[in-house]
């Protein structure tokens, strides 16, 4: 493999990471292909591509926590996340600090202590 080395190149979009070039890694236009160090293709977050399709990811991606909202029974605030369930599938309310909301005016819980 053949490695250009008598100048250190830096990755052009910021990143400060260090690149190489290979003769033997071209593009189908002729270009060659920015490498890591260790001879893997440098893939940059901070390329324009790149960060348009993080963008288009984001706007795609449904946000897994709700909102805060107060809770029905004491008015702390609450928010529920998607991947916090139950069993049944219900969301398990959340207090800010992503501990279950465990809300002691609740009628279920009030009658759970009676047990």
């Known amino acids: ?12 979009y910021g990143c400060g990471m260090p690149i190489k070039f290979s003769d033997n890694q071209v ?3 002729g270009l060659k292909i920015p490498l890591n160090p260790n001879g893997t293709h440098h893939d940059c977050a901070n390329r324009p591509y790149n960060r348009r399709r993080q963008q288009q990811l ?9 909102q805060i909202n107060p809770c029905k029974y004491c008015n702390q605030s609450i928010t529920f996340d998607d991947d916090v369930r139950a069993p049944s599938g219900k969301r398990i ?10 809300c002691p005016n609740n ?3 009030m009658a759970k202590r009676c047990r």
Not at 1 to 12: G, I, L, P
Not at 59 to 66: Q, S
């Open 1 to 12: 493999m053949s490695v250009d080395n008598k100048k250190s190149y830096f990755c052009r």
């Open 27 to 29: 593009s189908a236009s």
């Open 58 to 66: 984001q706007i795609l991606k449904p946000e897994k926590k709700w």
């Open 93 to 102: 309310p959340l207090n800010a600090d992503g501990s279950h909301h465990e």
């Open 107 to 109: 009628p279920y819980n």
